[in-house]
């Protein structure tokens, strides 16, 4: 079984702050994801990443970069956090075996900026 | 622009009942149409279809794809008060484009 683990289940933080949103994974997946999930908006692709150290942007990469060191683990990296960006946070990942492999999730984190 | 459509957006059913829930999409360099049932947690997989007209089954719950009208169908047999849950539809090409969802509430 992929295990997907998002480190904070809910996290709340002030405007302006620096957030840090860890997923690991240990499936030795090639791909993963960070996506936001909002009422009405459905699931939206912010940054993904196919390799370490790669990084592509998704649809909605404003304020927000991330991080790939090791192959394990992803971060999603808010730089100055606004209160537009409450949210619940979704991690996901993939195998290397084409955009035809599902993607498998972590528990997500909820967060609230202040 | 890539978008992918659920209908209904809320669904409450009696136990017992049949549903049947639709996803439309317009995904260039279609791939596959993937299934997801979130409940309070993160979504869950269900099903990827890839080819036409094969259903796929899997206990009370099935889905078929239909990539010359553009949509695909998941149906829930027999429906129990587990049941309840957002359904995802996401349409795959280079990215996952996902639906807003299906909330089925089954009530006993």
């Known amino acids: 079984d992929v295990k997907v683990t998002q480190s904070s289940r809910y996290l709340v933080k002030r405007t302006g702050e620096k957030v840090f949103l860890e997923c690991v994974q240990d499936m030795d997946h090639e791909n993963m994801f960070w996506y936001r999930q909002d009422p009405g908006l459905g699931l939206r692709l912010i940054y993904f990443s196919y390799d370490v150290k790669m990084k592509e942007k998704g649809d909605i990469p404003e304020g927000y970069s991330v991080s790939r060191e090791k192959k394990e683990r992803f971060s999603l990296i808010l730089e100055s956090a606004s209160t537009n960006q409450t949210s619940m946070y979704l991690c996901?990942?993939?195998?290397?075996?084409?955009?035809?492999?599902?993607?498998?999730f972590g528990d997500g984190t909820r967060l609230s900026i202040l | 622009e890539d978008k992918v459509v659920q209908s209904p957006l809320s669904l409450v059913v009696h136990e017992g009942d049949t549903v049947t829930l639709n996803c439309s999409y317009e995904v260039t360099n279609f791939r596959s149409l993937l299934w997801y049932k979130q409940e309070k947690k993160a979504p869950t997989f269900l099903f990827m279809l890839?080819?036409?007209?094969i259903e796929k089954k899997s206990g009370r719950l099935s889905s078929i794809l239909d990539k010359k009208e553009l949509f695909s169908i998941l149906n829930i047999t027999a429906t129990q008060t587990g049941d309840s849950a957002v359904y995802l539809c996401?349409?795959?090409?280079?990215?996952?484009?996902f639906g807003t969802g299906t909330r089925l509430t089954v009530i006993p």
């Open positions: 890839t080819s036409s007209g």
């Open positions: 996401a349409g795959v090409a280079n990215n996952l484009f």
């Open positions: 996901a990942t993939q195998s290397a075996g084409g955009a035809n492999q599902p993607q498998h």
